[in-house]
């Protein structure tokens, strides 16, 4: 009684470290500041130098200058565990220097980027013909995020017989209709 009693405690705990590995901030995102800025809007309002940000979103250029690089971001909101969510609308631009040469092809233009930094005041750039001010970040560190897709099929139709062989076709007792998933991973 006593194993089984240790069994179900050890499987608990196994579960509860998995559930908790699974959502938690990537260690490069980290920081023990408890006042680190994760939102734009309270970054554009508190744009002084040395407040701590987190902020992601889709990077929409990458230059390397002679010591740095240049990342321009267009801002989305960020999850609980930094996931830009890319159901939201964009919020914003901000510019992010990362110290020495960073790939351009690992950091291109579609990518998803989460970055912890130190503001660092904003600079004007353009955006096409338009003069924009972008807040600025000194990065200390970033992580890159991929979209996964999935396929969930939904059977309609005859839920008595499905067609489910190799030889099924859609005579009007079944459909097959589907959705696309995106997660960031």
Same mark, same amino acid.
């Given at each position: 009684m006593k194993n089984l009693r240790f069994i179900k405690t050890a499987i608990c705990a196994v579960a509860l470290l998995a559930l908790t590995a699974c959502s938690s901030l990537p260690e490069q995102l980290a920081s023990d500041n408890p006042n680190v800025i994760t939102e734009y809007a309270t970054w554009q309002q508190n744009a002084s130098v040395n407040n701590q940000?987190?902020?992601?979103? %889709?990077?929409?250029?990458?230059?390397?200058? %002679?010591?740095r690089t240049r990342i321009e971001v267009v801002n989305l909101p960020i999850d609980s565990v930094g996931k830009p969510d890319i159901d939201q609308e964009p919020k914003g631009r901000f510019v992010a220097?990362?110290?020495?040469?960073e790939d351009p092809v690992a950091f291109a233009p579609g990518r998803l980027i989460t970055l912890l930094g130190e503001a660092n005041g904003s600079e004007v750039a353009q955006v096409g013909e338009f003069d924009y001010d972008f807040p600025v970040m000194n990065v200390q560190g970033y992580r890159l995020w991929k979209i996964e897709e999935r396929v969930i099929v939904n059977e309609t139709g005859s839920y008595l017989y499905p067609c489910r062989g190799i030889y099924c076709r859609d005579l009007n007792y079944s459909t097959r209709q589907g959705r696309i998933i995106q997660d960031v991973k």
């Open positions: 940000v987190r902020l992601g979103g %889709v990077i929409a250029s990458v230059e390397n200058q %002679v010591d220097y990362l110290q020495g040469f």
